[in-house]
Protein backbone atom coordinates (compact mmCIF):
# COMPACT_ATOMS: atom_id res chain seq x y z
CA UNK A 1 0.00 0.00 0.00
CA UNK A 2 1.28 3.67 -0.37
CA UNK A 3 2.79 5.36 2.57
CA UNK A 4 1.92 8.96 2.97
CA UNK A 5 3.53 10.40 5.93
CA UNK A 6 3.12 13.26 7.23
CA UNK A 7 6.03 14.90 9.84
CA UNK A 8 3.85 16.31 12.15
CA UNK A 9 0.68 15.00 13.77
CA UNK A 10 0.15 17.88 16.22
CA UNK A 11 1.73 21.52 15.60
CA UNK A 12 0.88 24.63 17.57
CA UNK A 13 2.55 28.05 16.35
CA UNK A 14 2.23 31.55 17.46
CA UNK A 15 0.49 34.14 14.90
CA UNK A 16 3.06 35.68 12.39
CA UNK A 17 5.42 32.64 12.51
CA UNK A 18 6.23 30.79 9.19
CA UNK A 19 4.82 26.96 9.05
CA UNK A 20 6.06 24.07 7.08
CA UNK A 21 4.63 20.89 6.78
CA UNK A 22 6.18 18.16 5.29
CA UNK A 23 4.52 14.95 3.24
CA UNK A 24 6.61 12.48 2.34
CA UNK A 25 5.27 9.95 -0.15
CA UNK A 26 7.05 6.10 -0.90
CA UNK A 27 5.31 4.92 -4.26
CA UNK A 28 6.76 7.02 -6.77
CA UNK A 29 3.72 9.26 -7.68
CA UNK A 30 3.58 11.78 -9.46
CA UNK A 31 0.78 13.60 -8.06
CA UNK A 32 0.54 15.33 -4.95
CA UNK A 33 -2.09 17.39 -3.15
CA UNK A 34 -2.25 19.74 0.10
CA UNK A 35 -5.92 19.95 1.70
CA UNK A 36 -7.60 21.55 4.50
CA UNK A 37 -10.34 20.10 6.64
CA UNK A 38 -12.21 22.01 8.84
CA UNK A 39 -15.79 21.20 10.07
CA UNK A 40 -18.81 21.76 8.11
CA UNK A 41 -16.88 22.41 5.24
CA UNK A 42 -15.31 19.34 4.08
CA UNK A 43 -11.97 18.81 2.34
CA UNK A 44 -10.76 21.63 0.55
CA UNK A 45 -8.23 21.69 -1.56
CA UNK A 46 -5.06 23.55 -1.08
CA UNK A 47 -2.48 23.30 -3.55
CA UNK A 48 -1.45 20.17 -6.04
CA UNK A 49 1.68 19.28 -7.99
CA UNK A 50 1.56 16.88 -10.88
CA UNK A 51 5.53 17.16 -11.11
CA UNK A 52 8.56 17.99 -9.32
CA UNK A 53 9.07 21.86 -9.56
CA UNK A 54 5.09 22.15 -10.68
CA UNK A 55 2.83 23.52 -8.79
CA UNK A 56 -0.85 24.49 -9.30
CA UNK A 57 -3.56 26.94 -6.99
CA UNK A 58 -6.70 24.85 -5.78
CA UNK A 59 -9.32 26.42 -4.34
CA UNK A 60 -7.89 28.32 -1.41
CA UNK A 61 -4.74 28.97 -1.71
CA UNK A 62 -4.36 32.59 -0.17
CA UNK A 63 -2.00 32.84 2.82
CA UNK A 64 0.20 29.20 1.30
CA UNK A 65 2.60 28.30 -1.10
CA UNK A 66 4.13 24.75 -1.61
CA UNK A 67 7.32 23.21 -2.59
CA UNK A 68 8.20 20.22 -4.38
CA UNK A 69 12.17 20.17 -5.19
CA UNK A 70 11.60 16.04 -5.19
CA UNK A 71 9.61 13.48 -6.47
CA UNK A 72 8.72 12.13 -3.06
CA UNK A 73 8.24 15.30 -1.02
CA UNK A 74 5.88 17.73 -1.07
CA UNK A 75 6.15 20.72 1.38
CA UNK A 76 3.41 23.22 2.38
CA UNK A 77 4.41 26.81 3.86
CA UNK A 78 1.95 29.06 5.91
CA UNK A 79 3.94 32.31 5.21
CA UNK A 80 3.02 34.33 8.45
CA UNK A 81 0.60 32.11 10.04
CA UNK A 82 -2.90 33.45 11.61
CA UNK A 83 -5.63 32.07 13.37
CA UNK A 84 -7.71 31.72 10.52
CA UNK A 85 -5.24 29.00 9.23
CA UNK A 86 -5.65 26.61 12.54
CA UNK A 87 -7.33 23.53 10.68
CA UNK A 88 -6.65 20.11 10.11
CA UNK A 89 -4.24 19.51 6.74
CA UNK A 90 -4.18 16.30 4.89
CA UNK A 91 -1.83 15.69 2.16
CA UNK A 92 -2.40 13.44 -0.24
CA UNK A 93 -0.54 11.16 -3.66
CA UNK A 94 -1.40 9.74 -6.61
CA UNK A 95 -0.34 8.34 -9.66
CA UNK A 96 -2.89 9.71 -11.96
CA UNK A 97 -5.20 11.83 -10.02
CA UNK A 98 -6.32 11.57 -6.49
CA UNK A 99 -8.45 8.90 -6.99
CA UNK A 100 -9.29 4.98 -7.93
CA UNK A 101 -6.08 3.99 -6.05
CA UNK A 102 -7.00 0.83 -3.89
CA UNK A 103 -5.01 1.80 -0.69
CA UNK A 104 -4.80 4.34 1.22
CA UNK A 105 -3.10 7.61 -0.56
CA UNK A 106 -3.88 9.99 2.11
CA UNK A 107 -1.64 11.00 5.05
CA UNK A 108 -3.11 11.08 8.41
CA UNK A 109 -3.14 14.88 8.97
CA UNK A 110 -1.30 17.64 10.64
CA UNK A 111 -3.61 19.24 13.24
CA UNK A 112 -2.07 22.98 13.51
CA UNK A 113 -3.43 25.66 16.09
CA UNK A 114 -2.41 29.24 15.24
CA UNK A 115 -2.54 31.08 18.88
CA UNK B 1 -17.14 17.64 -10.26
CA UNK B 2 -20.60 16.87 -10.19
CA UNK B 3 -22.60 18.10 -6.92
CA UNK B 4 -23.25 15.51 -4.27
CA UNK B 5 -26.09 15.18 -1.37
CA UNK B 6 -25.40 12.90 1.39
CA UNK B 7 -27.71 12.65 4.57
CA UNK B 8 -25.64 13.89 7.46
CA UNK B 9 -25.75 11.13 9.32
CA UNK B 10 -27.20 7.58 9.48
CA UNK B 11 -27.27 4.77 12.56
CA UNK B 12 -26.77 1.23 11.62
CA UNK B 13 -26.80 -2.06 13.81
CA UNK B 14 -23.55 -4.10 14.54
CA UNK B 15 -23.36 -7.56 12.11
CA UNK B 16 -26.41 -5.62 9.73
CA UNK B 17 -26.17 -4.31 6.34
CA UNK B 18 -25.57 -0.20 6.39
CA UNK B 19 -26.79 0.98 3.26
CA UNK B 20 -25.79 4.79 2.48
CA UNK B 21 -27.25 6.99 -0.24
CA UNK B 22 -25.95 9.66 -2.16
CA UNK B 23 -27.77 11.88 -4.86
CA UNK B 24 -25.57 12.88 -7.93
CA UNK B 25 -28.22 14.21 -10.52
CA UNK B 26 -26.11 16.75 -12.55
CA UNK B 27 -23.28 14.00 -12.80
CA UNK B 28 -21.59 14.23 -16.07
CA UNK B 29 -21.47 10.97 -18.33
CA UNK B 30 -17.78 10.79 -18.14
CA UNK B 31 -17.79 10.92 -14.30
CA UNK B 32 -16.88 8.51 -12.01
CA UNK B 33 -18.65 7.76 -8.59
CA UNK B 34 -16.10 7.18 -5.85
CA UNK B 35 -16.55 6.69 -2.00
CA UNK B 36 -14.21 7.20 0.94
CA UNK B 37 -14.34 7.13 4.49
CA UNK B 38 -12.43 9.32 6.98
CA UNK B 39 -12.50 7.57 10.61
CA UNK B 40 -12.12 9.78 13.38
CA UNK B 41 -8.45 11.57 13.36
CA UNK B 42 -7.08 9.52 10.91
CA UNK B 43 -7.21 10.46 6.67
CA UNK B 44 -9.65 9.67 4.36
CA UNK B 45 -9.41 6.08 2.84
CA UNK B 46 -10.61 4.96 -0.66
CA UNK B 47 -13.36 2.45 -0.70
CA UNK B 48 -14.69 1.76 -4.29
CA UNK B 49 -15.80 3.43 -6.89
CA UNK B 50 -17.51 3.02 -10.46
CA UNK B 51 -19.42 4.24 -13.27
CA UNK B 52 -22.74 2.69 -14.69
CA UNK B 53 -22.26 -0.93 -13.74
CA UNK B 54 -22.80 -2.11 -9.94
CA UNK B 55 -19.27 -2.64 -8.31
CA UNK B 56 -18.23 -5.10 -5.71
CA UNK B 57 -14.53 -5.64 -3.55
CA UNK B 58 -13.58 -6.90 -0.63
CA UNK B 59 -14.79 -3.80 1.61
CA UNK B 60 -18.04 -2.44 0.09
CA UNK B 61 -20.79 -2.67 -2.30
CA UNK B 62 -21.61 -0.06 -4.91
CA UNK B 63 -25.11 0.08 -6.50
CA UNK B 64 -25.67 2.93 -9.49
CA UNK B 65 -29.05 3.71 -10.86
CA UNK B 66 -29.84 3.38 -13.99
CA UNK B 67 -30.07 6.69 -14.70
CA UNK B 68 -26.64 7.59 -12.91
CA UNK B 69 -28.67 10.12 -10.75
CA UNK B 70 -28.26 8.27 -7.36
CA UNK B 71 -25.97 5.63 -5.98
CA UNK B 72 -25.75 3.43 -2.59
CA UNK B 73 -22.33 2.08 -0.90
CA UNK B 74 -23.88 -0.67 0.94
CA UNK B 75 -21.23 -2.46 3.50
CA UNK B 76 -23.01 -5.78 4.08
CA UNK B 77 -21.80 -6.54 7.90
CA UNK B 78 -21.05 -3.43 9.39
CA UNK B 79 -18.90 -3.52 12.33
CA UNK B 80 -17.85 -1.04 15.34
CA UNK B 81 -14.71 -0.30 12.92
CA UNK B 82 -17.11 0.99 10.57
CA UNK B 83 -17.90 4.00 12.24
CA UNK B 84 -16.94 6.85 10.06
CA UNK B 85 -17.79 9.76 8.20
CA UNK B 86 -18.55 8.87 4.21
CA UNK B 87 -17.64 10.50 1.53
CA UNK B 88 -19.52 10.56 -2.01
CA UNK B 89 -17.78 12.40 -4.71
CA UNK B 90 -18.33 12.91 -8.46
CA UNK B 91 -15.11 12.90 -10.06
CA UNK B 92 -14.08 12.45 -14.15
CA UNK B 93 -10.29 12.09 -13.32
CA UNK B 94 -8.02 12.16 -16.20
CA UNK B 95 -6.20 15.18 -16.09
CA UNK B 96 -9.03 16.93 -13.68
CA UNK B 97 -6.77 16.98 -10.54
CA UNK B 98 -9.13 18.18 -8.05
CA UNK B 99 -11.15 16.44 -5.57
CA UNK B 100 -13.52 17.77 -4.05
CA UNK B 101 -14.82 16.42 -0.59
CA UNK B 102 -18.71 17.49 0.71
CA UNK B 103 -19.83 17.26 4.42
CA UNK B 104 -20.53 13.42 3.65
CA UNK B 105 -22.31 10.91 6.35
CA UNK B 106 -21.33 10.06 9.38
CA UNK B 107 -22.53 6.34 10.20
CA UNK B 108 -22.70 5.46 13.27
CA UNK B 109 -22.42 1.72 13.97
CA UNK B 110 -24.14 0.56 17.14
CA UNK B 111 -23.58 -2.32 19.21
Known amino acids: DVKVTQSSRYLVKRTGEKVFLECVQDMDHENMFWYRQDPGLGLRLIYF???????EKGDIPEGYSVSREKKERFSLILESASTNQTSMYLC??????????????FGSGTRLTVV | DAKTTQPTSMDCAEGRAANLPCNHSTISGNEYVYWYRQIHSQGPQYIIHGLKNNETNEMASLIITEDRKSSTLILPHATLRDTAVYYC????????????FGKGTLLTVNP
Open chain 1, 92 to 105: ASSRWAPTPQKGDT
Open chain 1, 49 to 55: SYDVKMK
Open chain 2, 89 to 100: IGHSGGSNYKLT
